[in-house]
């Protein structure tokens, strides 16, 4: 046997050719894993749904595996969200920004008026609906689990397929011998998904300045201002919200949790504070991670939120209750600067 660790085991939703596969490509090149570099490169290995992605992982099967979180589009990923709310824990370790193009694809020698049904990923059917209504207007649609999949469906050594036409990537068409009847079919120019790398419970990778932390609060007993009261963990903090999005738990009509990314990692004080606070005020909180933003925008620290002034403010509570002066560092702590309490 030879030494060295062993390559990774990453789990997507497949076939290849899906927006999941480009997104494990993209992430296994910022890891180093994708055979460019000298560390091992790892196994990609398909899965049927996000589900039997999560499970794998779970299980011990995978390493870890790429989900789709969010699109720009059609909001959160409900499969990815409730996945990552239920079942053992799993945290993210890192996010991945995929441009979402879709091109009609048929077996050569289909014509546009030979389509009667079209198949896709439930995402891509939306993303597509207006196109499909304008250009396809008496086409069925039948759900595939992925637009890689609906494209696999058409290849010509597949057997005879229920639907004519499949909404996928131009790199799917190509893969599985497809004819592309048309390009760029989105509703929207520019739409983006954002994936995310989901691993076995570890610690969250250093903080970098661009961070990201994603929570799921559940809800509280329900009372006038819940919601806000929610929110004011973060804004009293100086914490961005970059979602929120709320998820039913499934044990009882009404009963809601909230899937949460905000700005900054959980080394950040700030960020820490705001999860404390969350953790007194929700019936049960559940850190999904923390892990650097795929765009790198930094955070704004807004002022009187930054680690020191927590600290400052801590070191002054100390003294108080030690009966000692507060330190003079911070602006605050001086008998001078307050002539109240
Ligand atoms: O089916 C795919 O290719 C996926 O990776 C899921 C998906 C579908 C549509 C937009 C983004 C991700």
Do not use: K
């Given at each position: 046997?030879t ?34 570099t ?64 879709f ?40 759900p ?6 609906a ?20 790199v ?9 009847l ?11 998904t ?43 903090r ?104």
């Amino acid at each position: 046997m030879t030494g060295g660790p062993r390559p990774r085991r990453y789990g997507y939703l497949g076939p290849e050719g899906t927006f999941t596969d480009a997104a494990l490509g993209l992430a296994l090149a910022a890891r180093g894993e994708d055979g460019a570099t000298g560390a091992p490169t790892a196994e990609r290995v398909p899965a049927a749904s996000v589900d039997a992605a999560l499970a794998a992982v779970r299980a011990g099967g995978l390493d870890a595996a790429v989900v789709p979180m969010e699109n720009s589009v059609e909001g959160g990923v409900p499969a990815t969200l409730d996945g990552l709310a239920g079942g053992d824990p799993l945290v993210v370790v890192a996010e991945v920004l995929v441009p979402v193009s879709f091109v009609l694809a048929v077996r050569p020698g289909t014509r546009r008026e030979d389509v009667r049904v079209v198949s896709t990923h439930s995402h891509a059917q939306a993303q597509c609906r207006g196109w499909l209504a304008e250009h396809l207007p008496d086409a069925g649609y039948t759900p595939s689990t992925s637009t890689a999949a609906a494209a696999a469906g058409l290849a010509p050594d597949a057997p005879a397929p229920s639907y004519e036409a499949a909404l996928c990537a131009r790199v799917a068409a190509e893969r599985y011998g497809l004819e592309v009847l048309a390009e760029d079919v989105g509703d929207t120019a520019g739409a983006v998904t954002r994936f995310v790398v989901v691993s076995r419970p570890t610690p969250p990778p250093p903080r970098t300045g661009a961070d990201r932390t994603t929570v799921i609060a559940f809800q509280p007993a329900d009372h006038p201002g819940m919601l806000l009261g929610l929110l004011e963990e973060f804004s009293s903090r100086g914490v961005n919200l970059t979602r929120i999005e709320s998820r039913p738990t499934g044990d009882a009509l009404g009963r809601y949790c909230f899937a949460i990314d905000a700005e900054g990692h959980v080394e950040d004080a700030r960020v820490a504070e705001a999860l404390l606070g969350l953790h007194r005020v929700c019936a049960q909180v559940r850190f999904l991670g923390s892990y650097p933003r795929a765009d790198a925008v930094p955070v704004v620290v807004r002022p009187g939120t930054a680690d020191d002034d927590f600290a400052a403010a801590r070191g002054w509570l100390d003294a108080v209750r030690a009966g000692r002066p507060p330190a003079g560092s911070h602006a605050g702590d001086g008998p001078v600067a307050r002539t109240t309490s």
